[in-house]
């Protein structure tokens, strides 16, 4: 059974930083794109940042040139950078993991809060 396992959350002031990993466990198979989105109180979740297996990098205008996703030699762990932390940065962030069959598979989600 394929499981994403985030970890990193925590509580951070405004203008901190974060690191949040998520490592795939149950399959040998290669992930294709691998991403974070992430879900605030009473708001739909949202596409923060993704990364294709050839390392191609996508980001919401909100975290562009703050957050930075990797994925170090295209394995099945992603981590992301998170600098210049906003309080409208708090949510549960979610790791999204795409097999090559097209299946999506997500995390249990980490919480991340930002205090003013």
């Known amino acids: 059974q394929v499981q994403l396992v985030e970890s990193g959350g925590g509580l951070v002031q405004a203008g901190g930083s974060l690191r949040l990993s998520c490592a795939t466990s149950?399959?040998?198979?290669?992930?294709?794109?691998m991403g974070w989105h992430r879900q605030a109180p009473g708001k739909q979740r949202e596409l923060v940042a993704t990364?294709?297996?050839?390392?191609?990098?996508n980001y919401a205008d909100s975290v562009q040139g703050r957050f930075t996703i990797s994925r170090p030699n295209a394995k099945n762990t992603v981590y992301l950078q998170m600098n210049s932390l906003k309080p409208e940065d708090t949510a549960v962030y979610y790791c999204?993991?795409?097999?090559?069959?097209?299946?999506?598979?997500w995390g249990q989600g980490t919480q991340v809060t930002v205090s003013s």
């Open positions: 999204n993991a795409q097999n090559p069959s097209g299946f999506n598979y």
């Open positions: 149950g399959t040998i198979f290669g992930m294709n794109a």
């Open positions: 990364i294709t297996l050839p390392g191609i990098t």
